[in-house]
T-cell receptor
């Protein structure tokens, strides 16, 4: 099973709202990722968690706050977003360590900020 | 440092004809290479991966890719296109130095299938 699940599928929020995106995998992977994808562009890496610790933050604004409560779950907390933050947010996971590290992606959450 | 170039932003083929999506890479190390497909309003699905084993890699849905070190290429092919192949395809390289889990994506190739 190579399934990564994400909820919700769609989210509309105002600039003053607080919302969270959720990601879950049960493949025993120890690395999890958040990507942002704008229309007709490749995904851009935002955060990497390795063994439940933040290992990479690609200079993402603080209005995006990641959280990894356990090895299967990854959250992205959203607060005071801007309309330009509207995008498809993708979660991925991979095995950590001396492996190929193939990343498996979820279906994404399509976010619209009004 | 690593980079990947997808040589065509858009490819159109007729149903039943061969598909060729071109990708060239640059990497300081022996790379891992991947092709992902993204159907409209969907996430990314792994088609196939090269991991320094066999140079001809077979993937899902009849796709395959050949790693050519001398040409620094990893082109994606399929003998006969199907309507369901219409999607965006990303060629991706991963640095193989330990601990570097970052992927570098190409800009994508949109594949259109003509009935």
């Amino acid at each position: 099973d190579t399934e990564v699940t994400q909820t919700p599928k769609h989210l509309v929020m105002g600039m003053t709202n607080k919302k969270s995106l959720k990601c879950e995998q049960h493949m025993g992977h120890r690395a999890m990722y958040w990507y942002k994808q704008k229309a007709k562009k490749p995904p851009e890496l935002m955060f990497v968690y390795s063994y439940e610790k933040l290992s990479i933050n690609e200079s993402v604004p603080s209005r995006f706050s990641p959280e990894c409560p356990n090895s299967s779950l990854l959250n992205l907390h959203l607060h005071a977003l801007q309309p330009e933050d509207s995008a498809l947010y993708l979660c991925a996971s991979s095995q950590e360590g001396r492996t190929i590290g193939t990343q498996y992606f979820g279906p994404g959450t399509r976010l619209l900020v009004l | 440092a690593q980079s990947v170039t997808q040589l065509d932003s858009h490819v159109s083929v007729s149903e039943g004809t061969p598909v060729l999506l071109r990708c060239n890479y640059s990497s300081s190390y022996s790379p891992s290479l991947f092709w992902y497909v993204q159907h409209p309003n969907k996430g990314l699905q792994l088609l196939l991966k090269y991991t320094s084993a066999a140079t001809l890699v077979k993937g899902i849905n009849g796709f395959e890719a050949e790693f050519k070190k001398s040409e620094t290429s990893f082109h994606l092919t399929k003998p006969s296109a199907h309507m369901s192949d219409a999607a965006e395809y990303f060629c991706v390289v991963r640095g193989s130095n330990f601990g570097n889990e970052k992927l570098t994506f190409g800009t994508g190739t949109r594949l259109t299938i003509i009935p």
